[in-house]
């Protein structure tokens, strides 16, 4: 996008300018979208041949409710932000359509059906996409520019402060295996209010950060070779971060934890554009994670069951609480995947049990499509998160570069963070892949981020406006900003 | 803002990138250890996913598979006879894992084997779902039975190994007590564990899941004595079985004041190999064993097979014959007491050689592997292991041996109409010989054509019955005889 404009501004720089800026690429987004919504569609008929010998009786409902959800979002798109990102609207309904699958594929397991906790997810998961796709539908008509956002950056701090403690108010919250990330609203079922959370403070972040950024860049001391901002530059912004950390350890979801803070670092980043930030961070972050490591058995266990998942799965045989085998089960299901899979629907991957399809729904890919599907999936997350990186460094406003590089970076942390906790990479925090994983919560969030950045990419690639008729025009030369 | 943007863009690729690197490791590198980790339940869902293919006996199946429910694996593995047919077979339990035939052709049973590798694609192509292949044995029904039923009516522990001299073919492999593998092999908590917790040995005093034809040694006792004698032809020590040996009466073991005793009032001075092993005399063959040496005695056990496992495929311990020992320790070792000690295989072996003109044949007992489709896929050649003595002097000794089954102690082995040899052996064991011995008996029996079929040896550990009566013609001769009878019918 940036070559469109610089070639842009180099041929027209001395005329005024016209309506005609880059392609909208409406029409790219569109075959694309055909393609995402086939795909799953094929793997789905796959899936029923292969479990049941028939093609699944949903399939033809199925590909029309996906086409459906993808058709409303191009035509949004088309109508209100006309110049956005083509790629990421695909991408989206391509990983929201084959999660559908591959949890549909896992409700057909007799293992897991036999569980006391089994509901059938997949009719569930189609009816969160839809949701998903109705936030995504909203965020495009009605924030007309996202510069809007900036007004309500203290409300924004309030809020994430907000949807975070949640979980730990008692009756509200609810524990899960461990963690307190969920809340329960009768009627309604529960909500991980920490992916919402994410979005929120990604907004905070961006609009504090542009206000202060001079003030955190350039008033700041040298202290031990680094550039150290003033107190009451910084102090707001780490009582912030501090108090979520704290909120996180409480709640123990070290997953998210690590995702704030990255973001946060990233974000200041950005906006100083020092790199005694990252310094800093780190130093931070190794600081915090010792530090938390140090007092919570449940961050030391996790350490332990990442070095030795054998161990952690014998422990986890012999009966000993507080251990699962579903590390090493992640891994063997990895491992007799091989380079191509098993096919979709002829894996073990049940054996995973809880969470299979959520936390674990990677293994599944890996098994059942192999290094080649697990792969694909990985750089369809690398693409959308280049789109978002590409609108950060597309849009003209600093608050839509801080929003969008928040945003994709916060994207691709959380796709690090699952994906190299379930095979093994790091360890393993409780998070859902974007799109493909089980849960409402998180992707209604994720279906709500990629409007925020389809806004901000439309907004960076529309052309400026037509300046209003001047009569000096003949004489004025009108420099593009940009 | 745009440089640390990009900066931002190059993490985040970084971040892919290595989980596109670690996805490599687990999916690629590591794959086959992952896939085939014992602990990965796959590997057992995949074993009984489809009909396992069979074990097949004289081209029938001792063997099967039923359709199961109520688990991830699909089918069971059934048995006929399986308490006859364990020490072949093993088991394949979902629950237990799987031993022996069942464990080490697994490849071949399910289909998974790499030489199964293009039919299997084949198969895929043409949509047809993956069969296991069969392992054909070389095992012989009635020889089997006839071993089986003898030990069985005995009711003592024991076991019985047939082979065929010219081949090396394994034709019975029986051991008693046994149990039914068919009680264990599905998953169940109730019926399945609890069978399986009954059979092990510390639950059952008699351990039934001990294979003793193969992975149990036992003094041999004077079946050793072919061997001590076979030694004394080949280094030349005696060259005839009717030319008188140097043996006094009372012979004192070297280096020591004790006179190495006869079983009963036997005429063994002076005693010709021949009646030495007619009669069973210890002082001849222990002052041979004097005589040759430690190392001489090794070197012919080992030809024989002593001193090393056996992989049949199935693997058979290795018996023992020391290499530390002082004059009067060889002397004891040469008549099967002290530290040796022998598999009922190996003293199979031992018969088999002298019966095959000298020639060792290694013993096996998988004939064929086939496919699904019964093809072929891989035969066993027989293969000689070692010729531990001359033709000539083989056929001294099987005169001797004949000797034995015909006036000698070995007479309740003889067939009516057919040439047997044969030696009894009656093994002291425990603390001054305080426990009840074993009784042994080697033999081969030849056709008319003067090649033998068939090679045996039993072993019987009886604590029920009378000290007295335990001796190698009375308990084990009986069965060495129904068993070499049941291969030479079949072979009409």
Not at chain 2, 270 to 296: H, P
Request: proline letters at 5%.
């Amino acid at each position: 996008m940036s070559s469109t404009n610089t070639s842009h501004s180099a041929t027209h720089h001395t005329s005024t300018i016209g309506a005609i800026g880059a392609p909208s690429r409406r029409n790219t987004e569109l075959a694309l979208l055909a393609f995402a919504v086939v795909i799953p569609v094929f793997a789905y008929a796959n899936v029923g041949l292969a479990i049941n010998d028939s093609v699944p009786p949903g399939l033809l409902s199925y590909g029309l409710g996906l086409g459906l959800l993808a058709g409303v979002g191009h035509l949004v798109v088309r109508k209100f932000a006309p110049y956005a990102d083509p790629l990421m609207l695909p991408l989206a309904t391509l990983l929201n359509g084959l999660g559908l699958v591959v949890i549909w594929r896992l409700d057909q397991s007799e293992k897991l059906q036999a569980s006391r906790t089994f509901v059938e997810a997949a009719p569930r998961q189609l009816m969160y996409s839809a949701l998903g796709v109705a936030f995504f539908v909203a965020v495009i008509i009605f924030l007309k520019d996202h510069r809007v956002l900036q007004r309500y950056t203290y409300i924004s701090m309030a809020g994430a402060l907000l949807l975070l403690v949640l979980p730990l108010v008692p009756g509200l919250g609810k524990n899960v295996f461990g963690a307190r990330i969920w809340i329960q609203i009768p009627g309604l079922g529960t909500i991980q209010p920490g992916e919402f959370a994410k979005i929120v403070l990604a907004v905070f972040f961006a609009g504090y950060l542009m206000v202060k950024r001079d003030a955190l860049a350039l008033a700041s001391r040298r202290f031990m070779g680094l550039y150290l901002p003033r107190g009451r530059d910084l102090g707001p912004i780490i009582v912030v971060w501090a108090i979520s950390i704290l909120i996180l350890v409480f709640e123990t979801d070290l997953g998210t934890s690590l995702l704030f803070f990255g973001m946060f670092v990233i974000m200041l980043y950005v906006a100083t554009e020092r790199t005694s930030w990252i310094v800093f961070g780190l130093l931070m972050s190794a600081a915090g994670a010792v530090g938390v490591a140090s007092f919570e058995t449940h961050v030391q266990q996790r350490v332990q069951a990442w070095l030795d998942p054998m161990n952690e799965f014998k422990l986890s045989r012999q009966g000993v609480l507080g251990h699962t085998e579903q590390s090493m089960q992640a891994l063997w299901a990895f491992g007799s995947g091989g380079t191509l899979g098993t096919g979709l629907g002829q894996g073990n991957s049940d054996l995973i049990g809880f969470a299979a399809n959520s936390d674990f729904i990677l293994a599944t890919f890996g098994e059942e499509l192999g290094l080649a599907g697990v792969m694909a999936i990985l750089l369809l997350y690398g693409l959308i998160i280049e789109r978002g990186v590409r609108t950060a460094l597309a849009a003209r406003d600093p608050f839509g570069k801080l929003l969008a590089i928040g945003l994709s970076g916060a994207f691709g942390l959380q796709v690090f963070v699952v994906a190299g906790g379930v095979m093994g990479l790091i360890p393993l925090t409780g998070m859902t892949l974007p799109f493909v994983a089980y849960g409402g919560s998180s992707v209604i969030a994720n279906w709500a981020l990629i409007g925020i950045l389809l806004r901000i990419s439309d907004t960076a690639r529309r052309p400026a406006p037509a300046p209003a008729a001047n009569p000096d025009a003949e004489m004025t030369q009108v420099v593009r900003p940009s | 803002m745009n440089k640390p943007l990009r900066r931002i863009a190059i993490f985040c690729g970084l971040l892919v990138l290595a989980l596109l690197i670690r996805d490599n490791w687990i999916q690629y590198v590591q794959a086959d250890e992952l896939r085939t980790d014992k602990n990965n339940r796959r590997v057992i869902i995949e074993r009984y996913a489809s009909p396992r293919g069979n074990i097949i006996v004289g081209g029938q199946p001792i063997t099967g598979s039923t359709e199961t429910s109520g688990s991830d694996f699909k089918f069971k593995r059934t048995y006929k006879d399986g308490a006859m047919w364990a020490p072949v077979t093993g088991y394949a339990s979902q629950a237990f894992g799987a031993t022996q035939l069942e464990s080490i052709e697994d490849g071949i049973l399910t289909g998974n084997d790499d030489q199964l590798f293009f039919r299997n694609t084949l198969d895929m192509l043409t949509g047809k779902k993956q069969e296991g292949g069969n392992v054909v044995t070389t095992l012989n029904g009635a020889a089997q039975k006839a071993a089986y039923n003898g030990l069985k009516r005995q009711g003592g522990k024991g076991a019985v190994v047939a082979l065929e001299p010219s081949t090396g073919k394994i034709l019975a492999l029986a051991s008693y007590p046994s149990y039914d593998p068919s009680s264990f092999a599905g998953n169940s908590t109730t019926t399945d564990t609890k069978a399986w917790t009954k059979l092990q040995k510390k639950n059952n005093p008699d351990d039934p899941m001990l294979n003793r034809a193969l992975r149990e040694t036992y003094p041999p006792g004077s079946t050793f004595k072919v061997l001590t004698a076979a030694a004394a032809l080949e280094d030349g020590l005696y060259s005839e079985p009717d030319q008188k040996t140097n043996t006094p009466l009372p012979w004192i073991m070297p280096g020591t004041t004790t006179p190495l005793k006869n079983e009963g009032n036997i005429p063994c001075k002076n005693a010709t190999l021949r009646v030495a092993l007619q009669y069973s005399c210890n002082t001849v063959f222990g002052k041979i064993g004097a005589d040759l040496g430690n190392d001489k005695m090794l070197d012919m056990a080992k030809k024989f097979g002593f001193d090393e496992e056996h992989f049949t495929p199935v693997r058979a311990n290795a018996s023992v014959f020391s290499d530390d020992m002082n004059d009067s320790q060889t002397a004891l070792s040469s008549i099967g007491q002290f530290n040796t000690a022998a598999t009922p295989l190996q003293m199979a072996m031992v018969a088999s050689a002298v019966a095959n003109d000298g020639k060792l044949m290694k013993p096996y007992m998988v004939d064929e592997l086939q496919s699904s489709g019964l093809d072929p896929i891989e035969k066993t050649d027989p293969e000689e292991l070692s010729q531990p003595l001359s033709p000539e002097n083989a056929q001294k000794l099987q005169s001797m041996m004949e000797t034995v089954v015909e006036e000698g102690t070995g007479r309740n082995a003889k067939i009516p109409g057919v040439t047997v040899g044969g030696k009894t052996g009656t093994a002291q064991h425990g603390e001054n010989n305080s426990e009840n011995p074993y009784a042994w008996f080697i033999s081969y029996a030849k056709d008319s054509d003067d090649s033998a079929p068939v090679a045996v040896a039993v072993v019987i550990e009886d604590d029920k019955a009378v000290r007295d009566d335990i001796s190698g013609g009375g308990l084990a001769a009986p069965i060495a005889r129904n068993v070499m009878e049941a291969v030479i019918n079949s072979k009409k």
